[in-house]
Nanobody
């Protein structure tokens, strides 16, 4: 089993910055992809950024240039730095990981989510 634990959410004013962290622990042979989704009130969950172990990151177009995701493969950790935040960025941010181990193969896991609130 794999656990993902996020931290770093909170309340920030529009134009401000936050940095989210997510640590994966448990039975892990390899993390194929590690990244972030978010879900705003009344909306479906959407991809924010996904990062492969080779360093390639995909971002949603509206977040390019403002959001940056980095990974520390040795520590099974992914970060999301969010700059120039807008009120529409208010959402619960979820960490996800596609993890390979010998018994289960590749499986998707999710964190419990961390609230980000951007005030105008």
């Amino acid at each position: 089993q794999v656990q993902l634990v996020e931290s770093g959410g909170g309340l920030v004013q529009a134009g401000g910055s936050l940095r989210l962290s997510c640590v994966a622990s448990g039975t892990i042979v390899k993390i194929n992809i590690m990244g972030w989704y978010r879900q705003a009130p009344g909306k479906s969950r959407e991809l924010v950024a996904g990062r492969g172990s080779g360093g390639v990151t995909d971002y949603v177009d509206s977040m390019k240039g403002r959001f940056s995701s980095t990974r520390d493969n040795a520590k099974n950790t992914v970060f999301l730095t969010m700059n120039s935040l807008k009120p529409e960025g208010t959402a619960v941010y979820y960490c996800y990981a596609n993890v390979y181990n010998y018994r289960t193969g590749s499986v998707d896991y999710w964190g419990q989510g961390t609230q980000v609130t951007v005030s105008s």
